[in-house]
């Protein structure tokens, strides 16, 4: 069990690793099933330790993760993505079950780097503040934590 005041240790006893695939129900009884691709636990003196990041391998009434995995893309104001942000609660209350580990298939992804205020991060760690105009050139973590993925991911299609 997690240590007394440091409750991010439940997340790392549930999720051990990045590379895990997770099962997320679905309001329509599909799942989606997810991989896990960085975990905030991971950042840099726990900054965010609160997220995790994961990409769409399938939604389907299955269960299993299919034999050729791929990542679904998204697009949303800002373009096309594949990483999604978000909190985690549904991983600590077991809303979202881990299936089994696996290994991150997208190159790009394995050394995940994001946009946070305006500073790059690689896998959570700080690289180095962005110019203005290289922002549009990363994955912006605030646009991408999306709220409807707490409790639900009933819109998924709408991000297709």
């Not at 991989?35 to 389907?60: H, N, P, R, Y």
Request: proline fraction near 3%.
């Amino acid at each position: 069990m997690a240590e007394k005041g440091r409750p991010w240790l439940i997340v790392k006893e549930i999720l051990k690793q990045t590379d895990d695939y997770c099962l997320i129900p679905m309001e329509d009884d599909r799942f989606a099933i997810s991989q896990i691709i960085w975990l905030g636990t991971d950042s840099e003196e726990q900054k965010f330790k609160e997220l995790f990041a994961f990409c769409e391998v399938s939604i389907d009434h299955e269960k299993n993760v299919p034999e050729k995995v791929s990542y679904l893309n998204f697009k949303d104001h800002r373009g096309d993505f594949k990483a999604i942000f978000t909190a985690v609660d549904n991983i600590k209350s077991e809303k979202w079950s881990i299936l089994h580990e696996g290994f991150v298939v997208d190159a790009s992804l394995s050394d995940l780097e994001f946009n946070m205020a305006g500073a790059l991060y690689r896998r959570g760690q700080p690289v180095r503040v962005l110019a203005i105009e290289e922002y549009k050139d990363y994955l912006l973590m605030g646009s991408r934590i999306m709220p409807w993925w707490k409790d639900s991911c009933n819109n998924i299609d709408d991000f297709r």
